[in-house]
């Protein structure tokens, strides 16, 4: 019998906006992720990508359909339930990092762990610093630390409560090639190494043909489903 899929998304519609503002999202948005796969969505600007990731990670809810993510509808939790779901089975990596200027490397990575009610959240803390190559920042502060250093704090506090999916939002957008090539072989090598569901977004084909699968949405609708096949000119 074969496994059920990670992610299940069945007609799901989204609108964002009120009014005569209000933009149709994503129209009809069918989707199944296997477990373990890292998927990458392409996509012009304005297709939808980036809403259809942020409804797998349930921070946007659609107006209808079914969003099912691990054996749970969280289409249909509330808030709190949601949040709590996250925490523990979703780790997010946002472009712009997102990280709390305030607290140390050490902290930031620590937050989802207290939250979540871990043992020693500061040990486990530490180690996910130390799989990032950070051990030696971990009293730094944000705004201490290099943006390619400030994305591997936000990678492993995404990895710190050992999701099942790790979904990424252009993780390497406000990186230098390659610094971006060094984050994205890290995030690679680490998901593969604990078995979790990848889904990425990302404008680069050149990274998107490093996923199991590529999706293409245009207009708020899936287009494609397959490998892109390299191309002479595209970037390395």
Do not use: W
Request: aromatic letters at 2%; charged letters at 20%.
């Amino acid at each position: 019998m074969a496994e059920r899929p990670v992610i299940e998304m069945h007609d799901v519609q989204l609108s964002l906006g009120n009014g005569p503002a209000r933009v149709h999202i994503l129209q009809g948005v069918s989707l199944n992720v296997a477990r373990g796969e890292a998927l990458g969505l392409v996509g012009s600007s304005g297709s939808g990508k980036s809403t259809l990731l942020m409804t797998i990670a349930g921070l946007e809810k659609p107006d209808s359909g079914s969003v099912t993510v691990d054996g749970k509808r969280i289409d249909q939790m509330n808030e709190d339930a949601l949040a709590r779901f996250r925490g523990a089975r979703i780790g997010v990596i946002f472009q712009s990092f997102h990280l709390i200027p305030t607290m140390t490397a050490l902290e930031n990575v620590a937050v989802p762990l207290e939250l979540a009610g871990a043992a020693d959240p500061f040990k486990r803390a530490a180690a996910e610093l130390q799989a990032v190559g950070l051990e030696s920042r971990k009293s730094h502060y944000p705004a201490q630390l290099s943006g390619g250093e400030q994305q591997r704090v936000a990678i492993a506090r995404a990895l710190a409560p050992d999701p099942a999916i790790l979904v990424a939002d252009e993780p390497t957008g406000n990186l230098d090639e390659t610094t971006g090539k060094t984050i994205i072989d890290l995030l690679f090598a680490l998901r593969k190494a604990r078995g979790s569901t990848l889904v990425l977004v990302t404008h680069d084909l050149a990274l998107a043909r490093l996923c199991d699968r590529t999706i293409r949405l245009k207009s708020g609708k899936i287009v494609d489903s397959e490998f892109i096949p390299a191309v002479a000119g595209d970037a390395a």
